[in-house]
């Protein structure tokens, strides 16, 4: 018992600190309880083949298919355009539609999926989306208590009642609590996130949806922008490749774009943009745009024979004279980097963002600081936000890396011009036949087997271009992470653990009553979650709340609400969930903007669940 409870201790010191990554903390949690013997082999890998990890597997694939296809962007977008302009309206489309995407996508991927849409939408509405994107998040969660596939915890303590011999939960048990929760969020945010919009004001009413010129205005590149004319037929640069003249290396200077005559009629445009590829040959009359040192551009231009433009200078005839990036040809937008992304610790020369998607990356925004110096050298963090400069089609392309990043300040209109896959209504037939086998009794397929079958089935059509980019949808960290910390609840149970710490509960509360016993669960859940991730905490304290109803001869399915409940509903941190950090950046939000709009909630989804939960579930 006292080897487990310091391994349990361990491990939740390590959680709370984030200074190691949490799968490989309950990996090597899962080594100690063997090295101990606590456990034995069978035991200890016993999460790796629970139908609830493999069922995690199979909707991660499907949520692929779901958004690789253009499917889900497709009908929120649809959706969201009844809001107008009302301000309103668009605050409950967000909530309604998030949490109806949340039945059925993980809370991560439904904020992915909306963010840019609510951002564009805000944008269009005139208000400010800091008042809509913290909801976002908080209404992911809510949808995620609707079904029994919604969100981790839901399959977990349906898991535990079915091994304790209760039965599982159905696919739709969790929808009454569900509703609940989603109706005192409505009530409470649309108030209570007026708060959000006081530094909004502050900043002269500049919102996340800026122009493409405010966006370079705001990371200051046109502060930092110079033009080089090939004028002359001796320079050297004619004929060369800018690999070839290694610019980067050489000086430190980034080319942005090129600018081509393809014509004399000042009647039309007659210039041409161009990113600099690799294998474009430079010509006689081209313009170079850079970013970098004066001195060395002015090096540059002097070692190659080119002509350095000022600001009274027309580049080519019937162009502007001014030195600034149109957004003819090519465009600009922001990408937000993901917690899960792998471009994490690499640098902007490593990712290959020119290489892979034809974009160059103009500038970092860093919190509050902007980067535009050295910029291929600059390691990326999670909450980064790149502005990044590419044809709309390659910037439209980088929207389907949705496990790397997600593309922000793309009006609705361009990303209306992105063409929806074909196979969408397979992806659509797919997901509805996959529910119908999970809510219909009568069909005799388990979940985990039509999730599976529908998890093949969108490999087989094609919603999932391969098996590879099938693995790739894949959130590997989270499956290693569940699968190593659920045996840590066999061995709780096994060392006496859980029956110690549920009978100080008991002792301390049972004689009070079994609904006040249930606030004390729900209330020990709630303050863990905001320390540890929400699937930990839902594998540590269900076997607890079960033994605790057991002890006292009640019914543990309340008991077992309340642990997946108090574990969802953690809005008092920016780090409890996934979609909170995820918005963060996005709103600019501080860690007090949590905890001025998130904890009064949390405490106040407590309270009527408590009341609430014994309604549905009786003791």
Same mark, same amino acid.
């Given at each position: 018992?006292?080897?487990?409870?310091?391994?349990?201790?361990?491990?939740?010191?390590?959680?709370?600190?984030?200074?190691? @990554?949490? !799968?490989?903390?309950?990996?090597?949690?899962?080594?100690?309880?063997?090295?101990?013997?606590?456990?034995?082999?069978?035991?200890?890998?016993?999460?790796?083949?629970?139908?609830?990890?493999?069922?995690?597997?199979?909707?991660?694939?499907?949520?692929? &298919?779901?958004?690789?296809?253009? #499917?889900?962007?497709?009908?929120?977008?649809?959706?969201?355009?009844?809001?107008?302009?009302?301000? #309103?309206?668009?605050?409950?489309?967000?909530?309604?539609?998030?949490?109806?995407?949340?039945?059925?996508?993980?809370?991560? %991927?439904?904020?992915?999926?909306?963010?840019?849409?609510?951002?564009?939408?805000?944008?269009?509405?005139?208000?400010?989306?800091?008042?809509?994107?913290?909801?976002?998040?908080?209404?992911?969660?809510?949808?995620?208590?609707?079904?029994?596939?919604?969100?981790?915890?839901?399959?977990?303590?349906?898991?535990?009642?079915?091994?304790?011999?209760?039965?599982?939960?159905?696919?739709?048990?969790?929808?009454?609590?569900?509703? +609940?929760?989603? &109706?005192?969020?409505?009530?409470?945010?649309?108030?209570?996130?007026?708060?959000?919009?006081?530094?909004?004001?502050?900043?002269?009413?500049?919102?996340?949806?800026?122009?493409?010129?405010?966006?370079?205005?705001?990371?200051?590149?046109?502060?930092?922008?110079?033009?080089?004319?090939?004028?002359?037929?001796?320079?050297?640069?004619?004929?060369?490749?800018?690999?070839?003249?290694?610019?980067? *290396?050489?000086? %430190?200077?980034? +080319?942005?774009?090129? @600018?081509?005559?393809?014509?004399?009629?000042?009647?039309?445009?007659?210039?041409?943009?161009?990113?600099?590829?690799?294998?474009?040959?430079?010509?006689?009359? =081209?313009?170079?745009?850079?970013?970098?040192? $004066?001195?060395?551009?002015?090096?540059?231009?002097?070692?190659?024979?080119?002509?350095?433009?000022?600001?009274?200078? =027309?580049?080519?005839?019937?162009?502007?004279?001014?030195?600034?990036?149109?957004?003819?040809?090519?465009? +600009?937008?922001?990408?937000?980097?993901?917690?899960?992304?792998?471009?994490?610790?690499?640098?902007?020369? !490593?990712?290959?963002?020119?290489?892979?998607?034809?974009?160059?990356?103009?500038?970092? *925004? *860093?919190?509050?600081?902007?980067?535009?110096?050295?910029? &291929?050298?600059?390691?990326?963090?999670?909450? =980064?936000?790149?502005?990044?400069?590419?044809?709309?089609? !390659?910037?439209?392309?980088?929207?389907?890396?949705?496990?790397?990043?997600?593309?922000?300040?793309? $009006?609705?209109?361009?990303?209306?011009? +992105?063409?929806? =896959?074909?196979?969408?209504?397979?992806?659509?037939?797919?997901?509805?036949?996959?529910?119908?086998?999970?809510?219909?009794?009568?069909? $005799?397929?388990? $979940?985990?087997?039509?999730?599976?079958?529908?998890?093949?089935?969108?490999?087989?059509?094609?919603?999932?271009?391969?098996?590879?980019?099938?693995?790739?949808?894949?959130?590997?960290?989270?499956?290693?992470?569940?699968?190593?910390?659920?045996?840590?609840?066999?061995?709780?149970?096994?060392? %006496?653990?859980?029956?110690?710490?549920?009978?100080?509960?008991?002792?301390?509360?049972? /004689?009070?009553?079994?609904?006040?016993?249930?606030? &004390?669960?729900?209330?020990?859940?709630?303050?863990?979650?905001?320390?540890?991730?929400?699937?930990?905490?839902?594998?540590?304290?269900?076997?607890?709340?079960?033994?605790?109803?057991?002890?006292?001869?009640?019914?543990?399915?309340?008991?077992?609400?309340?642990?997946?409940?108090?574990?969802?509903?953690?809005?008092?941190?920016?780090?409890?969930?996934?979609?909170? /950090?995820?918005?963060?950046?996005?709103?600019?939000?501080?860690?007090?903007?949590?905890?001025?709009?998130?904890?009064? #909630?949390?405490?106040?989804?407590?309270?009527?669940?408590?009341?609430?939960?014994?309604?549905?579930?009786?003791?």
């Amino acid at each position: 018992m006292i080897a487990t409870l310091i391994i349990l201790l361990i491990s939740a010191i390590l959680f709370v600190s984030g200074k190691v @990554r949490s !799968d490989l903390v309950a990996i090597c949690a899962l080594l100690a309880l063997l090295l101990c013997q606590v456990l034995n082999p069978t035991e200890a890998l016993s999460g790796f083949s629970n139908t609830t990890v493999i069922m995690m597997v199979g909707l991660f694939i499907v949520g692929g &298919g779901i958004f690789q296809t253009g #499917l889900a962007k497709m009908i929120g977008s649809k959706v969201m355009t009844l809001a107008g302009n009302s301000e #309103l309206r668009l605050f409950l489309l967000v909530m309604i539609v998030t949490s109806a995407i949340g039945m059925f996508v993980s809370n991560t %991927g439904t904020v992915a999926l909306m963010l840019p849409i609510v951002v564009s939408m805000a944008a269009a509405a005139g208000t400010s989306s800091r008042r809509l994107l913290m909801p976002l998040a908080f209404a992911s969660s809510m949808g995620g208590m609707m079904t029994l596939i919604g969100t981790p915890p839901n399959l977990i303590v349906s898991d535990t009642l079915a091994s304790a011999g209760f039965g599982s939960l159905g696919f739709f048990s969790f929808l009454p609590v569900g509703l +609940v929760t989603l &109706g005192v969020g409505i009530l409470y945010l649309l108030p209570a996130t007026k708060m959000l919009t006081a530094k909004d004001k502050v900043k002269d009413g500049k919102d996340s949806g800026k122009s493409f010129k405010e966006l370079v205005k705001e990371y200051g590149v046109s502060d930092n922008l110079f033009r080089v004319h090939i004028k002359s037929h001796d320079s050297k640069a004619i004929g060369q490749t800018v690999v070839d003249l290694n610019i980067y *290396r050489e000086y %430190g200077i980034n +080319v942005l774009e090129l @600018r081509r005559s393809t014509g004399q009629n000042r009647f039309v445009r007659t210039v041409n943009q161009q990113l600099a590829s690799p294998d474009l040959m430079l010509k006689q009359n =081209d313009v170079l745009y850079l970013s970098g040192d $004066p001195e060395m551009i002015a090096k540059f231009a002097e070692d190659y024979t080119l002509r350095l433009l000022d600001n009274h200078t =027309d580049e080519i005839d019937g162009s502007s004279s001014n030195a600034s990036l149109d957004f003819f040809d090519i465009g +600009v937008a922001e990408i937000l980097i993901m917690p899960s992304s792998s471009m994490i610790n690499r640098t902007i020369i !490593d990712a290959g963002f020119r290489s892979k998607f034809s974009v160059n990356v103009l500038g970092i *925004r *860093r919190k509050k600081e902007y980067i535009l110096n050295d910029l &291929g050298n600059v390691k990326m963090l999670s909450g =980064d936000v790149l502005l990044v400069q590419g044809a709309w089609k !390659d910037i439209a392309r980088m929207k389907k890396e949705s496990t790397n990043w997600v593309v922000l300040g793309e $009006p609705l209109q361009e990303a209306a011009k +992105v063409t929806l =896959d074909y196979k969408a209504p397979v992806a659509a037939a797919i997901m509805v036949a996959m529910i119908v086998m999970m809510v219909v009794d009568s069909i $005799p397929v388990a $979940p985990v087997t039509s999730v599976l079958l529908a998890a093949v089935l969108m490999v087989i059509t094609g919603c999932v271009r391969s098996v590879e980019a099938a693995y790739k949808t894949i959130n590997w960290q989270t499956i290693v992470l569940f699968a190593a910390m659920l045996p840590m609840s066999i061995a709780l149970e096994k060392t %006496g653990v859980s029956e110690m710490i549920s009978g100080a509960i008991v002792t301390g509360l049972g /004689a009070s009553g079994p609904r006040l016993l249930l606030a &004390g669960i729900y209330a020990a859940t709630s303050v863990m979650t905001i320390f540890i991730s929400n699937t930990v905490t839902a594998v540590l304290m269900a076997p607890i709340a079960l033994q605790c109803a057991m002890q006292i001869g009640v019914s543990p399915v309340p008991f077992m609400f309340a642990v997946t409940v108090a574990a969802s509903m953690c809005f008092a941190s920016p780090f409890s969930t996934p979609p909170n /950090a995820l918005v963060m950046s996005a709103g600019q939000y501080t860690f007090m903007d949590y905890v001025k709009v998130g904890l009064p #909630l949390q405490i106040l989804m407590g309270v009527v669940m408590v009341i609430v939960l014994p309604l549905f579930f009786p003791f």
